[in-house]
């Protein structure tokens, strides 16, 4: 499962950042004994201005991340571009009023990142679908909702519905079978130019929609750690 392996780089981090400290600790130790106080202060402004650059740099990135995100969002809502605008702008400029919207009180938005005001914006217009990671509590469940929100027409689900046939409600949702289904159901969207993509949110849980194959290789190519395909379940 998805939590497993952020647990398992929570404690990696952990790991790293003891062992650094630490080694800090030794080196100091080591600096003061050999070469005395006047280099113990040396090297801690020099780890300082380390912290400094690299806070800086961090933020930059992120600065330059949310930038990215919002014009990525307008390729996911290209319907929906001056109030998806609007909503990431207040986002951006006013996080406090931002998360006090009514219609976010049912989120559990927590320490929101960019990813999350487009999933968010995505969920209200019912545009951005969130299903369990063990898999469709209702059988169909997805093609409906695709059909429903996104194609507004029925649509041949070739592949998908062999895969369907015999799936037991216990099958269904194992955990296993909602991957072999969403592989399934992307290689029917192909033929009208339709890709599955998924918001990685940090969660078990998967969150996705539908673009245009075009949009979907752009998004992917730009925004590699926030998105993915059907490939990378």
Do not use: C
Not at 59 to 88: A, N, T, V, W
Not at 116 to 140: C, M, N, P, Q, T
Not at 173 to 192: E, V
């Amino acid at each position: 499962m998805k939590i497993v392996k952020y647990i398992l780089i929570i404690l990696s981090v952990l790991v790293s950042i003891v062992g650094i400290a630490v080694g800090i600790g030794f080196l100091g130790a080591f600096i003061n004994d050999k070469l005395g106080w006047q280099w113990m202060i040396f090297m801690l402004a020099f780890f300082v201005l380390l912290s400094l650059i690299y806070i800086m740099r961090d933020r930059k990135k992120s600065i330059e991340s949310d930038s990215q995100l919002e014009k990525i969002g307008m390729l996911i809502f290209p319907d929906y571009k001056d109030e998806f605008k609007k909503f990431y702008d207040l986002y951006l400029q006013d996080p406090k009023q931002f998360l006090a919207q009514k219609e976010l009180q049912e989120f559990d938005l927590g320490e929101m990142r960019a990813i999350d005001v487009l999933y968010a914006f995505g969920e209200l217009k019912s545009l951005v679908h969130l299903i369990d990671w063990r898999g469709e509590e209702d059988e169909d469940q997805i093609e409906t909702y695709l059909e429903n929100n996104h194609l507004k027409q029925k649509h041949t689900w070739t592949n998908t519905s062999k895969i369907r046939v015999g799936v037991s409600e216990e099958k269904q949702r194992n955990g296993k079978f909602i991957i072999t289904l969403f592989k399934s159901i992307d290689k029917d969207l192909q033929p009208i130019n339709q890709r599955l993509i998924f918001l990685d949110l940090g969660s078990d849980a998967y969150a996705y929609t539908i673009v245009d194959s075009n949009t979907f290789d752009e998004i992917i190519s730009h925004s590699p750690s926030n998105f993915h395909g059907s490939n990378k379940l």
